[in-house]
């Protein structure tokens, strides 16, 4: 379908992109997230997501033909130009889609078959988000957990960062932050927090236990107090040149990678 004005009120999903705070707010109200890029649209159709609406340059028709064939959602095609005055920012892929948010699954079901998690406590950055759910996924862990004020794994930064691993990788939030620690050992997971305490020990001297799960926090304050004393072993990432520490998404690839050994 072909519109020629970016004011157009079919196209409010796509509007101010590049306002993260609006968005989050937007997409939860409305029940959708944006996908960008037509790898991602592809990633997400192919996970059972199904789109609302396409905004669409006409380049990118043929490369998703796919798509518009096994969905009755409405396509709005736009030169380029107008696309940017919809969105906010040039969009050089091309290509978005209003997606409807999946169901969120609960931490119960996702902790039933997962034997290695990873539990991020109050990550409000999206790349940081996106690049931690691709690491989890390819380097073997089975699915992530988030404290309540971790950023959206389903907002477009995170996604675009993600690659699209967020479609395919268990997560989900717990509310009860304050006893995750807990509520971990009950579902017989030992627990990990990647911390710079005087009591941590080296990550290449970790046995993991059969059911692991690796904590870490933001990257100003680190892991909370209450979980560095709640978690069962401490541990640290051994650093030269007087460096403290790795950006967090860095640190999870290493703690991932040497827990999957």
Not at 16 to 26: E, K
Not at 96 to 112: G, K, S, Y
Not at 140 to 150: E, I, K, M, N, Q
Not at 184 to 197: N, Q
Request: with cysteine.
């Amino acid at each position: 379908m072909a519109l020629d004005d970016p004011r157009d009120e079919r196209l409010r999903d796509y509007t101010d992109l590049r306002d993260v705070q609006l968005r989050t707010t937007v997409e939860h109200e409305r029940g959708i997230y944006i996908a960008e890029g037509e790898k991602v649209i592809h990633r997400a159709v192919a996970a059972g997501h199904e789109p609302k609406s396409l905004l669409l340059a006409p380049r990118w028709l043929g490369n998703l033909a796919e798509v518009l064939e096994a969905t009755d959602a409405p396509a709005y095609v736009l030169d380029e130009k107008s696309i940017e005055k919809v969105t906010g920012f040039h969009v050089h892929r091309g290509a978005l889609a209003a997606m409807h948010r999946p169901v969120e699954r609960t931490v119960a079901d996702v902790l039933a078959s997962a034997r290695r998690v990873l539990v991020a406590e109050d990550l409000v950055d999206h790349t940081n988000i996106g690049a931690i759910m691709r690491n989890v996924a390819a380097l073997g862990f089975d699915a992530v957990l988030l404290s309540p004020r971790c950023a959206d794994p389903l907002y477009r930064r995170s996604i675009k960062v993600a690659m699209g691993a967020v479609f395919s990788l268990p997560w989900a939030r717990i509310d009860d932050w304050y006893g995750a620690p807990a509520l971990l050992r009950e579902h017989g997971f030992t627990t990990y927090a990647m911390t710079l305490a005087d009591d941590a020990v080296p990550i290449d001297t970790i046995r993991p236990a059969e059911r692991s799960a690796v904590i870490v926090g933001s990257e100003g304050p680190g892991l909370s107090e209450h979980w560095q004393r709640e978690a069962d072993h401490r541990m640290i990432i051994p650093m030269a040149a007087g460096i403290d520490s790795l950006n967090v998404a860095a640190s999870t690839a290493i703690a991932c990678w040497q827990f999957a050994r």
